[in-house]
């Protein structure tokens, strides 16, 4: 799961906050001023290209992870999910271009479309960086307000617990419709609610520890081998009061790699938006019976959400 990693670019920018400051947001701060630095440039078109070449997306991720989580609890986060989210829908836009233009034997028709697309989609981003982040000022509003930590005190670590239960919990609940890629609760629907709880517990790693388990259902044996080898498998979870099942963990993470994979083969085919081909479909419903336990709504039996889900209680 490369592609939602914060890299260590990180590692160059300093520090603001005091030793006091929360984990939390120590580990957030990088992530703001790199974009508050990034937005500043002179240039908003060299500005955005830097987010684009950037790893500013899983920045954008982040922050969003945080406004899901919190912003029941305060209404300042259902501005930061929304903001965060229109940043990540513009550096994703992008990406999806730049990443399709760097595929071997391209048609000089595709490659002149796709550059198209990516112009336009750098010009938007730098639309939006001098209008709606103002250049940077946005991201410092946001590192300066996270900085107090008065809103960590209040949002307990029950309450976070109840938030990721429910991201689980909808997961379980939905009824998807494996005929579609982008449409409707599709095959990218799927992926998009079973990636938030990977970026929500790997933003409080803090809060939790893996304990080793080998009970998870035969079905979804192969996910946990892909989540295994995934960079997710690598996040240091550093002894929280709550464990968390091994092979439910690696289910879940494996399941949301595995999609991600199909998704960006449907997209160099240009075939997400249209209905699945028999292939994918088979392969998607095997993905969610593996994390499900079946395709009912509800799932069945002791399946790796249900395992999850249970471990936060």
């Not at 945080?66 to 513009?90: I, M, P």
């Not at 071997?104 to 960086?129: C, G, M, P, T, W």
């Amino acid at each position: 799961m490369k592609r939602l990693m914060i890299t260590v670019f990180f590692a160059s920018i300093p520090l603001l906050a005091s030793a006091e400051t929360p984990s939390l947001f120590k580990r957030l701060e990088r992530p703001l001023v790199f974009i508050e630095k990034a937005m500043s440039e002179t240039n908003s078109t060299s500005a955005a290209g830097k987010m684009m070449e950037k790893s500013a997306r899983t920045v954008a991720f982040q922050l969003q992870a945080l406004g899901r989580l919190l912003e029941g609890h305060d209404s300042n986060f259902k501005r930061l999910k929304k903001d965060a989210k229109s940043l990540e829908d513009l550096i994703g836009q992008g990406k999806k271009y730049a990443d399709l233009l760097e595929q071997d034997n391209l048609s000089e028709a595709k490659k002149n479309k796709y550059q198209r697309e990516f112009e336009k989609a750098v010009a938007k981003l730098a639309q939006s960086i001098e209008t709606d982040w103002s250049s940077g000022a946005k991201a410092r509003e946001w590192r300066e307000s996270l900085a107090k930590d008065s809103w960590l005190k209040s949002a307990q670590t029950d309450y976070l617990k109840q938030q990721l239960q429910k991201e689980i919990e909808d997961v379980l609940e939905k009824d998807y419709d494996m005929e579609y890629g982008e449409e409707g609760n599709g095959l990218h629907e799927l992926r998009r609610n079973l990636r938030w709880p990977v970026m929500e517990f790997d933003l409080l790693k803090d809060m939790f520890r893996l304990t080793q388990d080998n009970s998870c259902q035969k079905k979804a044996l192969t996910m946990i081998e892909h989540g295994k080898n995934s960079d997710y498998a690598n996040i240091k979870f550093t002894g929280g009061k709550t464990t968390l099942s091994s092979c439910a963990y690696y289910g879940l993470v494996g399941a949301v790699e595995r999609l991600g994979e199909i998704k960006d083969e449907l997209e160099k085919r240009e075939q997400l938006e249209d209905k699945l081909p028999k292939e994918i479909k088979k392969q998607a419903l095997t993905i969610l019976v593996a994390i499900r336990g079946s395709v009912d709504v509800g799932g069945d039996g002791d399946n790796v959400l249900a395992k999850l889900k249970n471990n936060l209680e």
